[in-house]
């Protein structure tokens, strides 16, 4: 929705929208690769999934991928509404994309991937991401990292937390790179 300029859902194409795309979702998919260190058949698994295809818009995907906060309207229908499409997608690319960068240091922490080495591709990933979401530059690399830094990685740290010691340490050093890399350091 964001690259069409529009928020109609009769307006959008995914497929057109991957199309136009293709190099920036491969440069993406191979960041993710380097960052997590997956192989050919965990690769494929995101073709058979079904995520780079194309498919209808549907306001309730997109409430499901916002989840939910903007509320549903009485009437149901104004979901479809250019503004509730707006601030779905808006909240869709905040959360999905603070989600997606803590399932790629996750990831990339339980590979054991070197955290600068790591931290680097991620970057890239994240960047890639950012403007996939948004080419506008409203959502931007720095703001989701600073997000996921206060969302999710407390839960990790916290002393009651179940991650393992060398996953805490995992955590903390692509925190420390991140940072670096993110926000100058």
Not at 69 to 98: S, W
Request: charged share 25%; aromatic share 8%; net charge negative.
């Amino acid at each position: 929705m964001n690259a069409t300029g529009t928020w109609v859902l009769a307006d959008v194409s995914v497929g057109e929208f991957l199309a136009r795309r293709h190099a920036d979702v491969g440069r993406l998919m191979d960041g993710v690769r380097k960052a997590c260190g997956f192989d050919d058949a965990a690769m494929r698994m995101a073709d058979e999934v079904g995520w780079f295809r194309d498919y209808r818009v549907e306001a309730a995907h997109l409430l499901l991928w916002s989840a939910g906060v903007t509320g549903v309207p009485d009437p149901i229908e104004r979901l479809d509404e250019p503004l509730a499409v707006r601030r779905m997608c808006r909240m869709a690319a905040d959360l999905q994309l603070t989600k997606f960068l803590h399932a790629v240091i996750t990831t990339a922490v339980a590979a054991r991937t070197e955290p600068r080495r790591g931290a680097a591709a991620i970057v890239v990933v994240l960047t890639t991401a950012c403007d996939l979401a948004d080419a506008t530059g409203g959502v931007v690399p720095a703001q989701v990292y600073r997000t996921w830094r206060v969302a999710h990685l407390p839960g990790v740290l916290h002393p009651q937390s179940d991650a393992p010691e060398y996953g805490r340490a995992g955590f903390r050093a692509y925190d420390e790179e991140l940072e670096g890399l993110l926000l100058g350091g």
